[in-house]
């Protein structure tokens, strides 16, 4: 996607009042919501490709530091979401609602994980697979990199 067509597509989005607008080409996703307190403007498009992450062979080895030269390894039957853009993880939709997800709770594919916000923008993560959550790898309002881990699924 060229940054001519985005600029367009913002116009099209100011102009017609959209509040939540998702365009899939191939493995590219845009996704663009308006919302928060401070504006109502859209900010910028963000290119949100699902998390490249796939099942590994090898033990779970928690992490013990946030550096990002860490590596993560899980197992032959799990599954590790990412973060699919840098910004801010989110556990809930607000502060004073429930977390999308626990430990320990059934998670099927398309389900909403969490959020990452990303200039103003709300990302939600939805789970690329079904099975049940095994761990919540990222603290609530902590920054996230780009592959960054958040989740570990154990596959159903």
């Keep these: 996607?060229?940054?001519k067509e985005i600029r367009e597509i913002l116009k099209l989005?100011?102009?017609f009042g959209?509040?939540?607008f998702t365009l899939q080409r191939g493995d590219t996703?845009?996704?663009i919501r308006k919302g928060g307190a401070e504006s109502g403007r859209v900010m910028a498009p963000v290119s949100q490709t699902?998390?490249?992450s796939e099942?590994?062979?090898g033990s779970i080895t928690p992490p013990v530091s946030p550096e990002p030269s860490e590596s993560l390894t899980v197992g032959e039957n799990q599954f590790l979401v990412t973060s699919p853009i840098v910004g801010t993880f989110y556990r809930a939709s607000a502060?004073?609602?429930?977390?999308y997800v626990e430990v320990g709770q059934v998670a099927g594919k398309g389900t909403v994980l969490c959020i990452v916000e990303a200039m103003k923008i709300m990302n939600e993560i939805?789970?690329?697979?079904s099975g049940k959550v095994s761990a919540i790898l990222v603290e609530n309002a902590q920054p996230v990199e780009y592959g960054e881990p958040l989740f570990i699924i154990d596959l159903a």
């Design 55 to 57: 099942p590994v062979s």
């Design 13 to 15: 989005i100011e102009k």
């Design 126 to 129: 939805e789970c690329e697979v």
């Design 1 to 3: 996607m060229e940054l």
């Design 95 to 99: 502060p004073d609602k429930p977390a």
């Design 29 to 31: 996703k845009v996704r």
């Design 18 to 20: 959209i509040q939540d």
């Design 50 to 52: 699902p998390p490249s």
